[in-house]
């Protein structure tokens, strides 16, 4: 199977993506990501969405955000993910673009409001599950970057927390085993475990032994030693370092 959707960043600030000529400065030309939305739409079946802020440096007119959805609308986008943030292209780094510039939910709701054949998914200083209530009562979607890439395990819990789910969520060792499945099957495809590893470094993010967990996945000695069976080795580790301590193992290993 092959990827569920494609989706173009018109929202990454960076200096080396502006110079490529595609990142956030693409906002200031509708006309051209609206043809590229046409051509990637008619090159696949699958949905085209777009990624983007609310507005480019300091210019918090929001007929600039609502002309650019209107014309990639008309063009055949959908779904627009949305970094309720301006970019500002010049002065800031992308890690100061991502807190500085103030967020303004209030215009992805309005742009909601203005389109509705359109489904618009709230992102951007959503830090928890908490926070990500509110939007979700007025939009079909959130967006959860850093705070699901820190700490995965929360995504565990959002069936239960946000949609009434009573299921008990999978113990993180039980998640273990399932990505280490997928790691060996990727791992005979000719994927590198450590593409892989590293989005399992921070799994038990707040856990008695994290640090040890992220040594593990991060130390090349380790990765080249194990190799796909490297999640499985880690978590018996993990386990068993757990059960000296007097701490019951969240669930066996296969």
Known sequence: ??????????????????????GACLMAEPSLVADCVKAMRDAVSIPVTVKHRIGIDRDEDYGFVRDFVGRLHEAGCGVFIVHARNAWLKGLSPKANREVPPLRYEVVYRLAGDFPGAQFVLNGGLASLAQAAGPLARLPGVMLGRAAYHDPYLLAAVDRELFGDAGAAPARLQVVAAMSDYLQRQAAAGVPARAILRHMLQLFHGEHGARNWRRMLSDPQFIDRHGADSLHAAAQAFATRRLDRGEEAAAPLA
């Open 1 to 22: 199977r092959g990827y569920d959707e494609i989706n173009l960043n018109c929202g990454c600030p960076s200096e080396r993506v502006q110079r490529g000529a595609f």
